[in-house]
């Protein structure tokens, strides 16, 4: 944007100094939009444009991105879900058994010799 209102040096050392953060550079740059009736927008905007290209590829890797990461806690949803139906279950034949009466019979035949425990 800077070459057309300057030789191709003077606008390089600007575009690198306004980059850099150096104001002298910024109060320069603008002081040469302005007199071309410009503002800083359209620099903004000559950028974007001559960057979609790549910004919308970005874009696309970002979205594919999150639909495998969406993809991923679907599944961690859905094994977390079945390891906790197959718990319940386990945890409900451990508190069945706990409470399974046991007759005297049974206790004493598996004691040998009428040995008492």
């Not at 320069?28 to 950028?47: C, M, Q, R």
């Not at 990461?69 to 319940?88: C, G, K, M, P, T």
Request: net charge negative.
């Amino acid at each position: 944007m800077l070459e057309p209102l300057a030789d191709y040096i003077k606008a390089r050392l600007l575009a690198d100094g306004w980059f850099c953060g150096d104001q002298q550079a910024k109060q320069e740059t603008d002081e040469l939009l302005n007199e071309a009736g410009l503002s800083f927008d359209v620099v903004l905007a000559e950028g974007l444009a001559a960057k979609l290209s790549d910004i919308e590829r970005i874009d696309r890797m970002i979205a594919g991105a999150e639909a495998r990461r969406n993809a991923v806690l679907r599944e961690i949803n859905r094994h977390r879900d079945a390891v906790a139906a197959r718990l319940a279950r386990a945890s409900e034949t451990i508190e069945a058994a706990e409470f399974a009466e046991v007759s005297s019979n049974t206790h004493h035949a598996a004691c040998p010799h009428d040995q008492q425990p």
